[in-house]
């Protein structure tokens, strides 16, 4: 009898039967805790019994292959440090291991694993990463991607091959200070949509970064999905109209996979006929209105579309006006950008005289909402236009009303603050504390009206007001908005520099001589926190409040064998693959509900294909041994 163990990747236990052997262990549990150290928690089959204490200690070399497929702490110590011997390996399949740092070895990631490491020197002595599963990721908490580029990119192997920016991995921020690595591979299906409620009835397999519409959408599944699984670190957007547009909500899998067994009342009576998967990006709430390099922030935006993001920071382009968002090359052109999760609306539209607002009639509130239902088409996360101050409580106001009326999504509300109604003219060293507590009040009768996330992307405390003035109140400022959960991002503005009699009244980041000024240094070096805290997001937009709760739960149940049968069975699954060998067609037996099923090759490439009526056609493929995995389940199989 061998078991099967579920959330079990093939990729580890085809592995392991290659190379485990009689003094190699794998994760148990019976330590009773989650310390990698312990022990009692590793065990060997063949020989009953767990290694000898102090064979598997913080600091000194594991003599050991070792499999892991459950949750693993090895931060008992800030100083403990995991060792291998050069020759030997850590295995991890559905696993997540939070450590310090890795000496030596090889780690190899299979799917569904993923490694957080805390150290400002993670790797060290010639450890390696290995990535055989696109859904996979190690994160370094305290090297950023420069710095990853720069010094660990020959650490990394995808799928046996070395790895290379941007060619075959990807770059992601986590905040300011880390980064995840990541294959990059467009095949990836993160996204797995179901028939029927509670992840059951016909499935299909949702590629990234690619827009499935209409009747592209798998195994007649268009106006037919209820239910869906997303993979951790993506972000998805669902929509009733094939372009993207109508109701529409997005689903944000940061931390932990999202599975949600009963769509909004609204996508079910509508029926999704529009999906997008992007992969997630992890981003700070401090960021830059410009491109301004420097300030260790995580985003940036140029009152515009045409900026890039960088190994740094997320590039978030901005629909400025009428002409950046009524055609398709506009729509077409932030689909394009790399790492951009968001798209900003209008800048100032409400001002007829100036700025956005006075071309083309942009400031008339029904053509602002026919060209801003354009950037729906996106499948992005959506941004309020901007208005001045006081034009949020009733242009805005009337904007969303009409946008909620013509079901046209917004998720985040975009503001601009100076104070202007406070004569700064006349009061150019008005107390800061006066000043933040507008401020403050401001934001949250914003948010009271509208009770989304706010942005503000562009504040100060006015550029008539001294430069003392603005510092001491961005040090109010500052603490509150990183303080405060619904405000999700803020972007310092830079006042002009005014000529005023007691002082050049500036705010500026940097002097003539590019040197930091107190302001600049201030905003540099406050630590911003995660602009989306939370391990999976699913937010309200102004078309529906509408509570979801993620089901999704992780199980260890640790593997007990290290091979793998053509059919097996454990005490509650049954696993077959019918015929095996195959020539034309497998069908599926499973006793679960089948969440999702990916097909790869003897060598671990991953092979897009779909399950119909309980079928997958293999007649299109070579000759030789395929492996399934079914929920995270592995059997293989051989085509002939």
């Known amino acids: 009898m061998i078991l099967i163990i579920k959330n079990f990747s093939f990729c580890v236990l085809f592995l392991i039967t290659n190379t485990l052997f009689a003094q190699d262990y794998y994760w148990l549990g019976n330590g009773g805790d989650d310390d990698f150290f312990n022990e009692s928690n590793w065990f060997n089959d063949s020989l009953g019994q767990s290694p000898q204490s102090g064979t598997i200690d913080p600091n000194q070399p594991i003599a050991y292959n070792l499999l892991l497929s459950c949750e693993v702490s090895a931060l008992s110590s800030p100083l403990n440090e995991i060792v291998f011997e050069p020759s030997k390996t850590l295995y991890i399949s559905n696993g997540v291991l939070e450590a310090n740092s890795i000496s030596g070895g090889t780690l190899v990631l299979n799917e569904k694993s993923y490694v957080h490491l805390q150290d400002f020197e993670p790797l060290k002595n010639n450890a390696t990463i290995h990535f055989n599963s696109p859904l996979s990721w190690l994160r370094l908490q305290n090297v950023n991607p420069k710095q990853v580029n720069e010094n660990y990119v020959s650490y990394f192997f995808i799928n046996d091959v070395n790895s290379s920016f941007p060619l075959n991995m990807r770059l992601d921020n986590y905040y300011d200070s880390g980064t995840v690595i990541r294959p990059y591979n467009s095949d990836v299906s993160p996204l797995t949509i179901y028939f029927n409620e509670n992840i059951t009835g016909t499935s299909a397999n949702i590629a990234v970064d690619q827009i499935f519409n209409g009747s592209s959408i798998p195994n007649q599944l268009n106006n037919n999905i209820r239910s869906f699984y997303l993979e951790r670190g993506y972000m998805l957007t669902l929509a009733v109209n094939e372009d993207g547009t109508g109701k529409s909500k997005v689903f944000i899998a940061s931390e932990k996979d999202l599975e949600i067994h009963v769509l909004p009342n609204f996508l079910q009576q509508g029926g999704v006929s529009f999906l997008r998967v992007v992969p997630w ?33 997320e590039y978030t382009p901005m629909a400025w006006g009428f002409g950046a968002a009524n055609d398709d090359s506009d ?17 100032e539209p409400d001002d007829c005289e100036g700025q956005s607002g006075q071309y083309n009639h ?29 034009a949020v409580f009733n242009w805005l106001n009337s904007f969303n009303q009409e946008a909620v009326e013509n079901d046209i999504r917004i998720d985040v509300i975009a ?25 403050k009040t401001y934001l949250e009768d914003v948010y009271e009206l509208y009770g989304l996330p706010i942005w503000i992307t562009e504040f100060n405390g006015n550029k008539y007001r001294s430069t003392e003035t603005n510092r001491q109140f961005m040090e109010l400022a500052i603490p509150y908005l990183e303080s405060v959960d619904f405000i999700e991002r803020y972007a310092w503005f830079e006042p002009q520099n005014i000529t005023i009699a007691e002082d050049p009244g500036n705010g500026e980041f940097f ?31 102004n078309l529906n409040d509408e509570v979801l709760t ?38 599926i037996i499973f006793s679960e509900p089948i969440k999702s099923i990916k097909l790869y090759s003897i060598t671990g490439s991953f092979i897009n294909k779909q399950l119909i009526n309980g079928y997958i056609d293999v007649s299109d493929l070579p000759i030789g041994v395929y492996f399934l995995s079914v929920n995270q389940y592995p059997i293989k199989f051989l085509k002939q």
């Open 281 to 313: 990006n992890w981003v700070s709430k401090k960021g830059t209105g410009g491109d301004i390099l420097g300030m260790d922030n995580s985003w940036f935006y140029r009152w515009s579309n045409q900026g890039l993001s960088d190994l740094q920071r």
């Open 331 to 347: 729509i077409e052109l932030y689909k394009s950008k790399y790492k951009s999760t968001h798209v900003l609306g209008f800048n």
């Open 362 to 390: 942009l400031c008339d509130v029904p053509v602002a909402i026919s060209v801003y239902e354009n950037l729906m088409k996106t499948g992005l996360r959506l941004v309020s236009p901007a208005c001045r101050q006081g």
């Open 415 to 439: 503001v601009h603050w100076y104070d202007w109604g406070a004569n700064p003219q006349g009061s150019p060293n008005a107390n800061p504390n006066t000043i933040f507590n507008r401020f």
């Open 511 to 541: 002097d003539d001589a590019m040197n930091l000024t107190d302001i600049g240094t201030f905003y540099k070096n406050y630590q911003s926190t995660p602009s989306i805290p939370e391990d999976y997001y699913v937010g309200l937009n």
């Open 550 to 587: 993620n089901q999704y739960t992780n199980t260890c149940n640790p593997v007990s064998s290290l091979s793998t049968p053509a059919d097996d069975y454990t005490q509650n699954v049954t696993l077959k693959v019918i015929p095996n060998p195959a020539t034309n067609k497998i069908k």
